[in-house]
C-alpha cells in the first residue's frame, strides 16, 4: 500500500512522442500548428556535434526562420535565460524548440515562460505564478537520459551570485510536446552516460519513497528502476546499443513524469546544493548521496523496501551497489568547504525536495550525510 492510496491527482500535460527516429517529426509538428519562427535552444557542445543539423535543415526547407541560441551551460545560470531572452525577442520566435539535455531543456523552459511574459526576469515570474501566462509553446528534444525535463515543468537554474541552485517550477512551464529520440543519445561519452543514468535512477528511487507517492506514480518508478538496472551498464560499455538507449530513454522520461506529481526527497535537496557551491557535476552529487541517504531513511521505509524487493525481485542495496560499481567513483573526489556547510544545510532542509522525503531530516543529520558522502576540508 501506497502512502497515500486513494484518491490523488495526476496530470502530464505534455504530449509524448518516443522511439527512434521520432526527432524527423518535430519540423512537422511546427508546420502543422503553423509556427513560422522558431528559436533553437541548445549548446556549443551540441552544435560541434552537428545535432541540430537534420533539424534546421527540413525547417529551412519547409520555409521557416530559425535562429539559434547556444548560450546553454552546463548548470545553467539566470544570465542564460536572461541572454536567451534577449536574442529570441529579437529575433521574434513564435515557439522553442530545447534541443540536449537537462540544462538546455531548462533554459528553454525558463525563455518560454519569459517571452510569453514579456519579463527576462524569471524569478520574479516565479515569485507571480498566479498571474503568468503559459509559457510561449516549445518542443523537448532530450540528448542525455537522465533529468526526465522533458516531461515535467520544473526547471532547475543555478545564481551563482549566491551559489544558489533553483528550482523553479509552475504548470505554465510544461513543454507542448516531448520528442524522446534514443538515437539522439548514442553519442553520449560513457561518464555523461553514466551519471546522467544515475539521475534517472534517483529520480525514480525517490519518487517511489516519497510521501506522496501514489499507485500510479508507483507503476512509473518501478519500471524505470527496473530499466536502469538491465540496461545502464551496456549503454555505458556499449554506446551504440540502440536497445539499452531505448531503455534509458524510457526510464528517464518515466521517472521524470513520477517526480513531478510526487516529489523526490533528501539526494535532490543537498545534491543542488553541492552543485550550486561548486559547479558538480548533477549526476555525480546524488551518485555520491545514494546509498548514505538511502541507509538514513532506511528506519521510515520498511514495509516500501520490502514492496520494491519483492516486485524487482531483487536486493536494492545489491543492485544500487553494482551500479555505482559501473564507474569508479574513487576517481571522482568532491571537497567541501567547512564553511560553507551551515548554508548548504539550511538550504538543503528548506529545499522543496526534502519536503517529500520519507523522514524528517534535522539539520545535524543532513551535517552528517554531507560529512559521510564527500570530503570535508580539514578547518
Known sequence: MTPN???????????????????TEVASEIRQRGFERVGLVTTEEIVELGLHEELTEKLRNDKKKVELFTGVTSNPHLSDIKEGYKVLQEFGADCL????GGSAIDVTKGVSLCLANQESDLVYLDRQSENVKPALPFFALPTTSGTGSEVDYWAVISSPENNQKLSIGMPQMAPL????????TLTLPPELTFFTGIDAFSHALEAFFSSESNELSDMLSLKAMELVFESLETAVHHGDNLSARGDMALASTLGGAAMQHVGLGLIHAMSHQVSGFYDTNHGLANALLLTNVLGFNEEATPERTELLEKQLDTSLVEEIDQLLE????????????PEDLPEMVKRAINNVNAETNPRTAS???????????FEVEES
Do not use: H, M, N, W
Open 363 to 373: 539539520r545535524e543529520d543532513v551535517r552528517e550525510l554531507f560529512g559521510a558522502s
Open 326 to 337: 559501473i564507474r569508479d567513483l574513487s576517481d571522482y573526489q568532491v571537497t567541501l568547504d
Open 177 to 184: 510536446t516531448a520528442i524522446v529520440d534514443p538515437e539522439l
Open 97 to 100: 524548440v530545447g534541443l540536449g
Open 5 to 23: 492510496a486513494g484518491c490523488f491527482d495526476f496530470v502530464l500535460p505534455t504530449k509524448v512522442r518516443f522511439g527512434p527516429g521520432q526527432r
